[in-house]
């Protein structure tokens, strides 16, 4: 021992400290706090709350912030606020569920949640946790959305788009087309605080591949400061482009507007496959139109323009113009989870195995297999589909696979297919302002649908997983693919590489340049296949118990007078579903019956609003852990949330979640909006 004796903890260098608190929880930091003086000032330091809010938004969990607030805007007490709150949430939400925010008198600011602020100055006297404003008068609310605390955007029945301030319960901004359009996707540009969001119409209303859509891409801009408080100067609409589509529109995705990247996916009924559109930059009157043969692909960006066609004029409709094969095609393996009720690992199943011509065949084997496409899945030993390149028919096996007995199964399928069917699917990007090195994740949720033919009762289950662009931990290396294999379909036209127009292409691939990760491994015999290994993106997530959700009626109004020989879209009922990253809300009818399996009277129409939250993204998942149990067996636990005495559930219209404020929000038929807080 020296002369100054042994190191304290509360004197060593405060880089040394700085590194110790890297590793700790954020209850660890409290406890710190209470230890000595020296160690209290060091606890309560930006870098030390900056550290934590980093391993938040790792595990893609938002900091509730104000406004378009960024991180860097915030005062370090406004920093330290945010983390305990969003530590809180998914703390709470993981074990006992969300609860109704405490109440009590305040001013200007209200400490549990950012929607309850009031204009400054004010004080607010109520003891509710939840605030009611007006819907659009005279207006019925077709789709809504929170856009930060301060705002909400919805779009009416009637075609209008209108902005709404949250404190002030005032319309601040309104586009109406003077006809009926539907809001299709929106997003938020922090950055730039401004909202993207296109509108739709069908102008040839056929379910085949001569139909005709026409798009609108607006943005909403906002002028706030960095405070996180309203401006003074009203938001407003702009118009940035439009452009028409041919053939059923299933998604269109907003890429990347500072980049000004846009693209679709449509449905060609005449081949059965999906096609890719896409606009590489919608300032320009080019697009790209390409059949992709299957429905799981990966095409990079710098060898699709390659195949960009002048538009010609804004009302141009666009063809396909070749059938053009992926430039990679990637193995992915699902991870399922053990429920209760699952069948016991090893005990036989019965799926559908599939074969070179398309058919299927039954096998018994130890797992069951979802099937969504002949083309697109072939089972494999541990019952997920893995994904078959095209540009190699010979890789789909052409007599059913049964696993060899010497490999033990992982986990099967809970909730196979048949019976449950995709009945819809959400996708979720990491949508709120993060800092730099945080992995840009996102989500996609199934809704899935079990229907019994002889009660008519339809059971619901959510499933959810993760996923990145590119799907592996290393970003896409332009040399390893340098063409894309294409054929031409339509009128030829150049294209910019030099080289033939018609007959196929070859693709070039450098395998000296080829990389092999070591999260990834290239392998198969086929060019192109990539194997992907990411323990983390693959477990897929379940609730606990299938439920019975509440649908809405949506009614297409689709001017189809010419087409009377043609069957018009069907009304189709909505589910009362909204999404979050990693979170979910519903409403489900009560089942007050002793045997889920017998019909619900119709007298039994109690409802409840129900929330889920599943586990949060970790690379290296075995670290996350509920209690003792490890995630990887267990689904994810369904709770039921309060509402206010005054919430009619039997009018809710529309339904959506807003996981960073911990807020659900519900419109209704009488023309309320209900924006639900809890902790």
Not at 112 to 132: F, P, R, T
Not at 393 to 416: E, H
Not at 649 to 665: C, P, R, W, Y
Request: proline share 9%.
């Amino acid at each position: 021992m020296g002369i100054l004796g042994l190191p304290n903890l509360h004197t060593l260098p405060y880089d040394l400290l700085l590194n110790i608190a890297a590793r700790l929880e954020l209850v660890d930091v409290h406890n710190l706090h209470l230890t000595c003086k020296g160690l209290y000032g060091f606890s309560f330091t930006r870098p030390v709350y900056r550290q934590i809010a980093n391993d938040l938004l790792r595990r893609s969990r938002a900091l509730p912030l104000k406004g378009f607030q960024r991180i860097t805007d915030l005062s370090t007490a406004q920093l330290i606020r945010a983390v305990n709150k969003a530590t809180r949430y998914e703390y709470a939400w993981q074990r006992r569920g969300p609860r109704p925010i405490g109440v009590g008198p305040y001013t200007n600011i209200n400490e549990h949640s950012n929607y309850m602020d009031v204009g400054k100055g004010l004080i607010a006297e109520s003891q509710q946790w939840y605030k009611v404003v007006r819907a659009p008068p005279e207006e019925e609310v077709d789709w809504l959305s929170p856009i930060t605390s301060s705002y909400t955007l919805c779009a009416t029945k009637t075609g209008k788009v209108v902005c709404w301030d949250v404190q002030t319960d005032r319309c601040l901004a309104e586009w109406s087309p003077g006809e009926r359009w539907e809001l299709w996707k929106c997003r938020v540009e922090f950055e730039e605080k401004t909202v993207y969001f296109t509108m739709a119409k069908v102008i040839n209303p056929r379910n085949d591949d001569t139909r005709l859509m026409e798009f609108v891409l607006m943005r909403l801009k906002f002028f706030d400061g960095t405070t996180g408080e309203s401006s003074d100067t009203p938001p407003r609409f702009e118009h940035v482009t439009e452009f028409k589509t041919r053939g059923v529109v299933m998604n269109v995705f907003l890429l990347d507007p500072i980049a000004r990247l846009l693209s679709a996916f449509i449905y060609s009924n005449a081949t059965n496959t999906i096609c890719l559109y896409a606009l590489l930059d919608w300032d320009k009157d080019e697009y790209v139109f390409i059949d992709t043969g299957i429905d799981c692909y990966f095409y990079p960006l710098h060898l699709l323009e390659a195949f960009n066609k002048p538009l010609g004029n804004k009302s141009a409709v666009p063809m396909i113009s070749y059938r053009v094969s992926p430039a990679v095609t990637l193995h992915r393996k699902f991870i399922f989870p053990l429920l209760k009720g699952s069948s016991p690992i090893g005990q036989p199943t019965t799926i559908p195995a599939i074969t070179t011509n398309g058919t299927h065949s039954t096998t018994s084997s130890t797992h069951a297999l979802p099937v969504t496409a002949p083309s697109q899945f072939s089972p494999t030993t541990n019952g997920a589909p893995i994904l078959i390149s095209t540009s190699n028919p010979s890789a789909v096996p052409s007599t059913p696979i049964t696993p060899p007995a010497n490999i033990v199964p992982a986990n099967p399928n809970p909730y196979p297919y048949p019976p449950w069917c995709p009945d819809s699917a959400h996708f979720v990007r990491q949508w709120w302002p993060s800092l730099p090195g945080i992995p840009r994740v996102s989500c996609t949720v199934v809704l899935l649908a079990a229907h019994d033919p002889e009660t008519h009762r339809t059971r619901f289950m959510l499933a959810q997983h993760y996923f990145r662009v590119p799907l592996t931990h290393d970003e896409w290396d332009p040399s390893v693919v340098t063409q894309l294999t294409h054929k031409l379909v339509g009128s030829p036209h150049p294209l910019r590489p030099p080289g033939e127009r018609e007959g196929m292409r070859p693709v070039s691939l450098d395998k000296g340049k080829r990389r092999s990760p070591s999260s990834s491994s290239w392998g198969g015999e086929s060019q192109g296949e990539y194997v992907v290994e990411d323990e983390a993106l693959m477990n897929l997530w379940y609730v606990d118990t299938p439920f019975e959700v509440v649908c809405v009626a949506e009614a297409r109004e689709e001017e189809a007078d010419e087409f009377d020989d043609e069957e018009n879209e069907a009304d189709r009922p909505r589910p009362l579903v909204a999404v979050d990253f990693g979170h979910a809300a519903w409403i489900e009818f009560i089942d007050n019956e002793d045997d889920p399996t017998r019909p619900r009277h119709e007298d039994s129409d109690a409802k409840w609003l129900r929330f889920v939250t599943f586990p949060p993204f970790n690379e290296e998942l075995g670290k996350v852990y509920d209690e003792a149990r490890p995630w990887a067996k267990t689904g994810g636990v369904v709770r039921t949330l309060d509402t206010p005495p005054e919430l009619d559930l039997d009018l809710v219209e529309t339904i959506n979640i807003d996981q960073s404020q911990g807020a659900v929000i519900l419109s209704t038929r009488d023309g309320l909006i209900f924006i639900l807080c809890y902790e």
